[in-house]
């Protein structure tokens, strides 16, 4: 690493994070990829926030925008044929988009790292898990070889990979794939960032090693005070390590709350559509509820709520108006705090 990128990040004194601020806030962010049949906007002013210790997770269909959103916070979008046409992603309080190459090359993996959803795509299958962990030292903090494997082997303990000494020098193909999503985990922890954006974590996994990484996740980011984005399009993932939750569908934020509330009290009928298609033991026998439809073609998002086709509470105004995203209140007028939902009918969903 160079001088430049070693010194270029300097976290702004008044949004620094230590006073309980957000690590990052996404504000109306908009990201549009310039095809041959048109301009998909794939996200659409999205605003999230996340603190330190605390997970958000961004939940949504195949092609809402979740992964996006990511890339482009970790600024790993391809440019062109992807373009931020407007919008701020501001880490400590210094917006990442006005930053340089190198000064956002300084932050990926110190300060935000990512979890990716295919580990074994993501992992070099020609070198060994310990050459590839280590790279992280020797690159970062000019660790020797010698070092750099010790701190490779720490890592696999610390994310508790059996017989670590004995494995380090294996090759991805070797570890099951609980095991390789472990080595990303640890890859992502190698520079103790502050902040880690985990995608689809447990896609491809079997139920019991998907509670494994999650609880794994959630006790290291307890031990790290680190704030978490969690993506993903399974509720049943979250609902015992996330904070609050951003529901989001043909690249907006159709609703947020937290976590507990969401799961009682839903306030948009995608929320509702996405919790009443979860398995559930006493419905046992009876055909499982799925949302009528298919997600939008971007290229061709519908008027309105883009939601309203497959909406059964959709109405005139929402094949014409465009729903703003706002705060939910209780039948008194009561403010629901973290909550909002870009709905027409919230009420009717939220109190029905």
Same mark, same amino acid.
């Given at each position: ?25 996404? @504000?109306?962010? &908009?990201?549009?990829? &310039? ?7 794939? #996200? ?13 997770? #961004?939940?949504?269909? =195949?092609?809402?925008?979740? =992964? ?24 400590? +309080? ?11 090359? %300084?932050? @990926? +993996? ?29 690159? &970062? ?76 996740? %959630? ?31 043909? +690249? ?7 976590? &507990? ?11 509702? !559509? ?18 009528? !439809? ?8 519908? =008027?309105?709520? %883009? ?33 909002? =939902?870009a709905c027409h009918f919230w009420k009717e969903t939220l109190h029905g």
């Open positions: 690493m160079t001088t430049t990128e070693q010194t270029a990040f300097v976290p702004s004194p008044r949004e620094d994070g230590a006073d309980g601020g957000p690590l990052l806030e996404v @504000r109306d962010l &908009h990201v549009e990829f &310039h095809t041959r049949d048109g301009i998909v906007r794939a #996200v659409n002013g999205v605003n999230y926030s996340v603190s330190a210790g605390e997970t958000l997770a #961004v939940l949504g269909e =195949s092609g809402s925008g979740k =992964s996006v959103t990511a890339q482009a916070i970790m600024g790993i979008l391809d440019m062109p044929p992807a373009k931020i046409p407007q919008g701020e992603i501001r880490f400590r +309080g210094q917006d990442m988009l006005k930053m340089s190459a190198d000064e956002r090359r %300084a932050l @990926r +993996g110190a300060k935000i790292a990512m979890i990716f959803q295919d580990a074994l795509s993501s992992l070099n299958p020609v070198l060994t898990v310990g050459y590839q962990l280590g790279e992280m030292f020797r690159v &970062h903090q000019g660790l020797s070889k010698k070092e750099a494997r010790a701190k490779s082997i720490e890592l696999m303990d610390r994310v508790k990979i059996p017989a670590a000494a004995a494995r380090v020098d294996d090759y991805p193909h070797q570890f099951s794939g609980g095991m390789r999503q472990r080595i990303m985990i640890a890859m992502a922890l190698a520079l103790e960032p502050d902040l880690i954006i985990a995608d689809e974590p447990t896609t491809a996994l079997d139920v019991t090693v998907q509670a494994q990484v999650m609880d794994l996740l %959630a006790e290291l980011q307890r031990e790290y005070n680190m704030g978490l984005i969690l993506i993903t399009h399974d509720l049943g993932v979250v609902a015992d390590v996330a904070d609050k939750i951003a529901v989001m569908y043909a +690249g907006r934020i159709v609703e947020q709350a937290p976590v &507990h509330e969401l799961y009682k009290r839903p306030a948009h009928p995608y929320t509702r !559509g996405l919790l009443d298609s979860i398995p559930r033991l006493d419905q046992k026998g009876q055909e499982l509820y799925a949302i009528q !439809g298919l997600p939008p073609n971007l290229l061709r998002v519908p =008027s309105g709520c %883009a939601f309203n086709p497959r909406c059964p509470k959709a109405q005139d105004i929402c094949r014409t108006d465009v729903p703003a995203l706002v705060g939910v209140t209780e039948q008194d007028g009561t403010g629901l705090e973290g909550r909002r =939902s």
